[in-house]
């Protein structure tokens, strides 16, 4: 597995680190049946991306197995973000049939944590994801992960946060503050 370094992924104030903390463990008291956890706000640029990967960093830190999905399949923000300068195999790679799984998850600097980018745009995001093999996906990953996290386009933009939530335990709205 290839590993990819997040270089903008740096420590969070004390604050900010008690706010994961607390979100990570109401999570947690949810149940160990929530294992699918989708992530999405209303408008563009509120947060949910910085949000599900700051959780999924925290929920590895503990020890959990997490996989991160960028469900963005229109506007990503995660490989700009971040700084990830390669060539990216993602996930519209995988549901379109171009690729394997084990091309598009990538390890991470951050131990327990796997990484799935949305791959390039393609001109049917929603049928991509509405197809039965983002169901078997996520069922294939429920058995190797404690967590799937799942960063979504905002539902008030597009449909896809909606198609999305089928396969998910739960969603966590982002408003900004």
């Not at 990819?4 to 463990?25: G, H, P, Q």
């Not at 599900?52 to 197995?65: D, H, P, Q, Y």
């Not at 923000?77 to 790679?93: D, E, M, P, W």
């Amino acid at each position: 597995m290839e590993t990819v370094r997040i270089n903008r992924l740096t420590k969070n104030d004390f604050n900010v680190d008690e706010a994961y903390k607390t979100l990570r463990s109401n999570i947690q008291f949810s149940g160990n049946d929530i294992k699918v956890i989708g992530f999405t706000s209303c408008q563009p640029n509120e947060g949910k991306s910085s949000v599900s990967l700051n959780l999924a960093v925290s929920m590895a830190e503990l020890g959990k197995r997490v996989i991160f999905i960028d469900g963005d399949l229109r506007k990503s923000v995660l490989l700009g973000r971040y700084r990830i300068n390669k060539q990216i195999k993602g996930l519209t790679h995988y549901l379109s049939g171009l690729s394997e799984l084990d091309e598009v998850i990538y390890g991470a600097n951050v131990d327990n944590l796997h990484l799935i980018f949305s791959g390039q745009v393609p001109p049917n995001p929603s049928e991509l994801l509405n197809g039965t093999k983002f169901e078997d996906l996520i069922d294939h990953l429920k058995e190797n992960y404690d967590y799937i996290f799942i960063d979504t386009p905002p539902l008030g933009s597009v449909i896809d946060a909606a198609v999305i939530a089928r396969t998910c335990y739960g969603i966590i709205w982002v408003i900004e503050s």
